[in-house]
């Protein structure tokens, strides 16, 4: 095969003839080198390649900006990598990425700021694109900062395909070290669906986070304080009947006993959601993923005859406003979430003794065992996921009056009690 074939002077004249006829030509080199000469005065290097069995076209430059030598070099290094199974136009593409990569990278070092391809980057893209549209917007925030105060300090420059087990592990052993372990843990978890969105984005191809599974320290178990023995309940009501405070925080701890609700649940109560003998709280309120807050069914609360009195006995107090228990500053906004627990610290219970969330453990704690509920009537009403979206149906609708009867059941027991009565009710296991 021919090669070699142009010169600088007939390169010069196969332009001129093209400039002076005002059509193109093609001058050949050799080794599938050759000129396009155009009418408008320059000269296009092309090598013509053969490819995983289709022919290809790749451009080498500009004559006279890449000169007949240099146009030559480029060819032969075109036809190794060929022969190497290496497609010289994809390559170049790539190395054009890899530019432009290092172009923003550096326009974001310029500036602060972690770029693409960094664990930092590549986290807070998952954040606003994927994690804010699944949780709520105070856990968003709450992630977002266990980012920014122990895993981006360390981690926020890395490139997230270089980061190795052991790397991140030292990251959350610090946070061990100050004895967040619940924290640690939440963060390991953050960070692995982190790799999981970076390795579908084609940023790396492992998930380090999965290989610390067992790791960390166990998160101790933690439980709010209840009072959950008969005698010392009774104590409590008649604490509760004879408390001295602000009537409106009186039916809050009465009511506390009475629904089962979280202490969220029965702050935000609102006067409309109360429909006759329950209420029906909306699903946005409830302890729920974002997409089950915003599509779910509302919860409903049947109430025992004790719980409409009271919610009566409100009525010509708060009545006139939106919240059942506003707050002692203004009616436009609900009651303090410290509003319960500190009137339990004011009758005497300590923090380690009883709390707001605490009424809720007492009630399934007793209802359970002294009244014989099965326990799936129970966490219905506690509004406890199950482990299926049939299953929660099933919660919501065919026990809703095995549920009624037994906030009644809880009501006349709670009376016993507190009234010195038995305290002691054998269990009933037939009854629902």
């Avoid at 390991?188 to 960390?216: E, W």
């Avoid at 997409?291 to 779910?296: L, P, Q, R, V, Y």
């Avoid at 129970?378 to 149906?393: F, K, S, T, W």
Wanted: charged letters at 30%.
């Amino acid at each position: 095969m021919a090669t070699d074939l142009l010169t600088d002077k007939a390169i010069r004249s196969a332009i001129k003839a093209a400039v002076d006829t005002g059509k193109p030509g093609k001058h050949a080199d050799g080794r599938g080198l050759h000129l396009e000469a155009r009418p408008t005065g320059v000269g296009w290097w092309r090598f013509r390649y053969r490819f995983g069995g289709r022919e290809a076209m790749l451009s080498l430059g500009v004559y006279p900006d890449v000169p007949l030598a240099l146009a030559r070099a480029r060819r032969d290094e075109a036809r190794r990598m060929v022969a190497a199974g290496v497609d010289p136009a994809q390559a170049r593409k790539a190395e054009k990425a890899e530019q432009r990569r290092q172009v923003e990278l550096l326009r974001y070092a310029e500036a602060g700021i972690p770029g693409p391809g960094t664990f930092e980057h590549t986290a807070r893209e998952w954040l606003t694109t994927k994690h804010e549209h699944e949780v709520s917007p105070g856990h968003a925030a709450r992630t977002l900062r266990r980012f920014e105060v122990d895993v981006f300090p360390a981690l926020g420059w890395r490139p997230i395909a270089e980061i190795e087990p052991p790397e991140l592990l030292a990251v959350l052993r610090k946070i061990e070290a100050r004895g967040a372990i619940e924290t640690a843990h939440r963060a390991k978890d953050s960070c692995s669906q982190v790799f999981r969105f970076a390795i579908a984005a084609g940023l790396c191809t492992r998930n380090p986070a999965a290989d610390l599974r067992d790791a960390l320290r166990p998160v101790p178990t933690r439980h709010h304080a209840a009072i959950v023995k008969p005698d010392e309940v009774a104590a409590l009501l008649r604490a509760v009947a004879d408390y001295k405070g602000n009537p409106i925080t009186r039916a809050a701890l009465d009511l506390s006993a009475l629904l089962l609700l979280r202490p969220g649940e029965l702050r935000h109560l609102e006067w409309r959601w109360i429909d006759g003998d329950t209420i029906v709280i909306p699903p946005h309120l409830m302890k729920r993923r974002k997409h089950e807050k915003a599509n779910g069914e509302p919860h409903l609360v049947p109430l025992a005859r004790q719980a409409v009195a009271i919610f009566e006995g409100l009525r010509p107090i708060t009545g006139g406003g939106r919240f059942v228990f506003p707050a002692l500053t203004g009616r436009d906004r609900c009651m303090s979430e410290n509003t319960v627990r500190a009137a339990l610290r004011r009758m005497g219970y300590a923090n380690d003794e009883m709390t707001a969330h605490g009424f809720r453990a007492m009630a399934r704690t007793l209802i359970a065992e002294r009244l014989g509920v099965p326990a799936e009537v129970i966490e219905a009403q506690l509004a406890h996921a199950v482990p299926d979206a049939l299953g929660r149906a099933y919660n919501r609708t065919t026990f809703i009056e095995q549920r009624r009867e037994m906030m009644q059941r809880w009501a006349d027991y709670l009376d016993r009690l507190r009234d010195g009565g038995e305290v002691i009710e054998m269990p009933q296991r037939g009854v629902a």
